[in-house]
């Protein structure tokens, strides 16, 4: 997994919803409940922004068809059979990482 600094970006505690870049992916960056979540951006019903939406419960809204997804594992809510990817998140002094794994890695764990 290889960990990537997002610039500009300390964490105050505050909540938030922010678009970022990370090894090559667009990032839905959610600061909520005193956490710090990172999530694909892209709604998968419908290609919604995700970085447009809000959080509610936990989980974080879609604008266009209000589907949501848990912070904590991007799965959909009950019926919407669907997900979201969801990546570590390191909160350092100087900065927020997020991990990312590259396409082998996640193929030789999904055969461990």
Known sequence: MEWYKIPDLKYTGQTFIKRVKAGGKTICLVGYDNKVFALGAKCPHAGGDLTQ????????????????????????????????????VEIKEDSVYIGISSFWEKFRQAFK
Not at 53 to 61: E, T
């Open 53 to 88: 939406g809000w959080c509610k419960d936990g989980k974080l809204v879609c604008p266009i068809h209000r589907y949501s997804y848990s912070l904590e594992t991007g799965k959909g809510s009950e019926g919407q059979n669907d997900y979201i990817d969801s990546y570590p």
